[in-house]
């Protein structure tokens, strides 16, 4: 099955930045919608930016507009998540996931956290205020 490993958390300051990362196993990389989630201490997991397969189409929280952007590397089967201006609320831990089953790529499924068959174990940013 895909395995998807995240790195790239850390500490920082508010308004600085990180870059996580994002690899996953799978022939068939180029064909899965990948997305990020976070998960504040006693906050449901929510969703903050995916991009699908077609098109690359990017999809994101308005929480997170203007400040997070999201890429891949097909070649590396690797996904980024560029984080600026960060903000302590963005404290938590970052998820990445992997929708493997995807025809089609909407907002709708990519902020669908039960649409994504395949989930890393996490990296936390932790942003000091």
């Known amino acids: 099955q895909v395995q998807v490993v995240e790195s790239g958390g850390g500490l920082v300051q508010a308004g600085g930045s990180l870059r996580l990362s994002c690899v996953a196993s799978?022939?068939?990389?180029?064909?899965?919608?990948m997305g990020w989630f976070r998960q504040a201490p006693g906050k449901e997991r929510e969703f903050v930016i995916a991009?699908?397969?077609?098109?690359?189409?990017?999809y994101y929280a308005d929480s997170v507009k203007g400040r997070f952007t999201i890429s891949r590397d097909n070649a590396k089967n690797t996904v980024y998540l560029q984080m600026n201006s960060l903000k302590p609320e963005d404290t938590a831990v970052y998820y990445c996931?992997?929708?493997?089953?995807?025809?089609?790529?909407?907002?709708?499924?990519?902020?669908?956290?039960?649409?994504?068959?395949?989930w890393g174990q996490g990296t936390q940013v932790t942003v000091s205020s």
């Open positions: 996931a992997a929708d493997t089953s995807a025809s089609y790529s909407t907002y709708t499924r990519a902020m669908t956290r039960n649409e994504y068959d395949c």
């Open positions: 799978g022939r068939t990389f180029s064909s899965y919608n």
């Open positions: 991009i699908g397969w077609r098109r690359d189409s990017t």
